[in-house]
């Protein structure tokens, strides 16, 4: 069964400019998670979709932005991007179970974003 | 005080040695997750557990849901272990998974 896949996997851009990323889960999850990873922030969540619905959403601007579509394939989107946004980031899919003992993430291999 | 803690944050340890990282929580969480992180990025799943103890090859990870604490060990270290280990916990319900601050193991020949 083919993993998590993210394109592309790396993207330089500058000030200013907007950036999607595409994120391709495994075959039969239809949850997608965002995650940012910084040298000084560490990992942090973005957002979740689940049946092409945003479920749950982390504590960043609204340039930050995404949407899954109906084979569970998820993007995001950074509007006007600033130096501060460059960094890996990761999406994780799963079944998007949220009850019971927990639902487990398979992460894709990120995104590398450099923010020039 | 994060909802995740690690430590230690570095560990540098000689070939054939026993490690344990060690992770602290403090929200009610449905499963803990061990991840692994090599440069370069990639992130692996190692386990999720919720209870009790689960054993992968040389690697064994705990939890105690009531100390609200977990722990990680590796078994005769190998270089090939030197990475990132991340402990992550979701909520109760939910994907969100809340990051601790990571473990940077180093495994000298």
């Known amino acids: 069964k083919a993993g998590v896949t993210q394109t592309p996997r790396y993207l330089i851009k500058t000030r200013g400019q907007q950036v999607t990323l595409s994120c391709s889960p495994i075959?039969?999850?239809?949850?997608v998670s965002w995650y940012q990873q910084t040298p000084g922030q560490g990992l942090q969540f973005l957002f979740e979709y689940f049946s092409e619905t945003q479920r749950n959403k982390g504590n960043f601007p609204g340039r930050f932005s995404g949407r899954q579509f109906s084979n569970s394939r998820s993007e995001m989107n950074v509007s006007t991007l600033e130096l501060g946004d460059s960094a890996l980031y990761l999406c994780a899919s799963s079944w998007g179970r949220t009850s019971g003992r927990g639902d487990e993430q398979f992460f894709g291999p990120g995104t590398r974003l450099t923010v020039l | 005080k994060n909802e995740v803690e690690q430590s230690p944050q570095n560990l540098t340890a000689q070939e054939g040695e026993f490690i344990t990282i060690n992770c602290s929580y403090s929200v009610g969480i449905s499963a803990l997750h061990w991840l692994q992180q090599h440069p370069g990025g990639g992130i692996v799943s190692l386990f999720m557990?919720?209870?009790g103890k689960k054993k992968h090859g040389r690697l064994i990870a705990t939890i105690n849901i009531q100390e609200k604490h977990s722990s990680l060990h590796i078994t005769a270290s190998h270089p090939r272990d030197s990475a990132v280990y991340i402990c992550a916990v979701p909520p109760t319900s939910g994907s969100r998974l809340t990051f601790g601050e990571g473990t940077q193991l180093t495994v000298n020949p």
């Open positions: 075959s039969g999850h239809r949850s």
């Open positions: 557990l919720s209870s």
